[in-house]
């Protein structure tokens, strides 16, 4: 079992609509999640971070966090063409070791 | 210019070349990392460096080495490169109490 997943996809949403993004983690004690965004080609690039339960709003990104059900999520909504990249979950335990997930492409149709 | 900048931006080399890749941060922080990028694995750990006297492996360590030569500085080499090393190379910098990485753009490394 990987220690983060994520369906890789292609998640195809229309534009305007809201896109949902998953992930899951195996390591309990982990602490800290994050949502990094990569366009082809490019360097991934943080956009959203969330340390506790519930959720956590920054525009038109919202990340939700679980823990008991070790599932964090992200949703952009109003989707934008420009939303279209590979977002990578990634996940630290005890302020040290990040583990990546694989990523989900979404390509958002104009 | 870019926080964390590598070089080169693309290589094509040889079986069996050594090759080394650059990075350079002005972000002023002490830990550097090495990843490396395939399809379908997502990002894996090669090297970290918490400052210019402590250097560790990551989980894919093997057939690589590094240096880093000052706080700013930290280099990957490849000391007999071999095809299944052929990869999306990312050199990234943390502050020391945050989680949250800021990449470079990246070497696109391919041995034949």
């Known amino acids: 079992q990987k220690e983060v997943e994520q369906n890789s996809g292609p998640l195809s949403v229309p534009e305007g609509a809201i896109a949902s993004l998953n992930c899951t983690y195996s390591?309990?004690?982990?602490?800290?999640f994050f949502w990094y965004r990569q366009y082809s080609g490019k360097s991934p690039e943080l956009i959203m971070s969330i340390y506790s339960n519930g959720d956590k709003e920054d525009g038109r990104f919202t990340a939700q966090l679980n823990k008991a059900s070790q599932y964090v999520s992200l949703l952009i909504r109003d989707s934008q063409p420009s939303d279209s990249a590979t977002y990578l979950c990634?996940?630290?335990?005890?302020?040290?070791?990040?583990?990546f997930g694989a990523g989900t492409r979404l390509f958002v149709k104009a | 210019d870019a926080d964390v900048t590598q070089t080169p931006r693309n290589r094509i080399t040889k079986t069996g070349k050594r090759i080394m890749l650059e990075c350079s941060q002005t972000?002023?922080?002490?830990?550097m990392y090495w990843y490396r990028q395939d399809p379908g694995l997502g990002l894996r750990l090669i090297y970290y460096s918490f400052d210019v006297k402590d250097i560790n492996k990551g989980e894919i360590s093997d057939g690589y080495s590094v240096s880093r030569q000052a706080q700013a500085k930290f280099s990957l080499s490849l000391e007999s490169a071999i095809p299944n090393q052929t990869a999306l190379y990312f050199c990234a910098t943390r502050p020391d109490r945050e989680e949250c990485y800021t990449f470079g753009s990246g070497t696109r490394l391919t041995v034949v």
């Open positions: 990634a996940v630290t335990a005890g302020g040290f070791k990040t583990i």
């Open positions: 972000k002023g922080h002490d830990r």
């Open positions: 390591d309990r004690v982990s602490q800290s």
